[in-house]
């Protein structure tokens, strides 16, 4: 089974905070995926990453950044947290095997950022 | 324009009834993926199929079925005799191949299965 583990199910932080948001995956995926969801709003992509070292923007990537050094590791960051940062985070991790493509996605962490 | 639209926002049953659960897609590809998650209260959203935009099979597994009607750009969801354990929100999500490997969610149907 695909396994992808989100480092904290619930985080509080303070505003102005550096947040880190670890992801990460046991299947050697190439991609991986940082969403954000709201009440309203759906998911929205953050940021994504085609392979190590590579990233790219996503729907919203204001206010974050995102680091993947190890392909099986993929973080988000907050620069400098702000309470409209508050949201549930998801991470999702996929293979571009042939017949494959599915996104499959850690257990998510809420953060509240005060 | 690609767009994934799950009209009904909330839905409301008893258990043991059946429900469908619609999704209508967008799309200008001719190769593309529709798939359907289901989010329990925990958060997590769990992978329940995968369709390639060349294969109108339906399918069935156990109590949930999929209808795919590419006449209609549908991939509606149904639940027969439903459990308080199928309560969720259920996304529907569209791949069309040819976008950078982004996934396109709908905005998510509420079910709630009442005892």
């Known amino acids: 089974d695909v396994k992808v583990t989100q480092s904290s199910r ?3 932080k303070r ?3 550096k947040v880190f948001l670890e992801c990460v995956q046991d299947m050697d995926h190439e991609n991986m995926f940082w969403y954000r969801q709201d009440p309203g709003l759906g998911l929205r992509l953050i940021y994504f990453s085609y392979d190590v070292k590579m990233k790219e923007k996503g729907d919203i990537p204001e206010g974050y950044s995102v680091s993947r050094e190890k392909k099986e590791r993929f ?3 907050l620069e400098s947290a702000s309470t409209n940062q508050t949201s549930m985070y998801l991470c999702a991790s996929r293979t571009t095997g042939t017949g494959e493509d599915t996104q499959y996605f850690g257990p998510g962490t809420r953060l509240t950022v005060l | 324009a690609q767009k994934v639209t799950q009209a009904q926002t909330e839905i409301s049953v008893v258990e043991k009834e059946d429900v469908t659960l619609d999704c209508v897609y967008e799309t200008r590809d001719t190769t593309y993926y529709l798939f359907w998650y289901k989010q329990p209260p925990s958060g997590e959203l ?3 199929i995968r369709r390639n935009s060349f294969d109108e099979q339906n399918e069935i597994s156990g109590r949930y079925s999929w209808n795919f009607q590419k006449s209609t750009s549908s991939f509606n969801f149904t639940i027969t005799a439903s459990q308080v354990v ?6 529907c999500a569209l791949f069309p191949y040819n976008q950078g490997g982004k996934l396109i969610f709908g905005q998510g149907t509420e079910l709630s299965v009442k005892p």
């Open chain 1, 15 to 17: 505003t102005g905070e």
């Open chain 1, 75 to 77: 973080s988000l960051i």
């Open chain 2, 86 to 91: 199928d309560s969720a929100v259920y996304f």
């Open chain 1, 10 to 12: 619930y985080l509080v």
């Open chain 2, 46 to 48: 769990v992978f329940l």
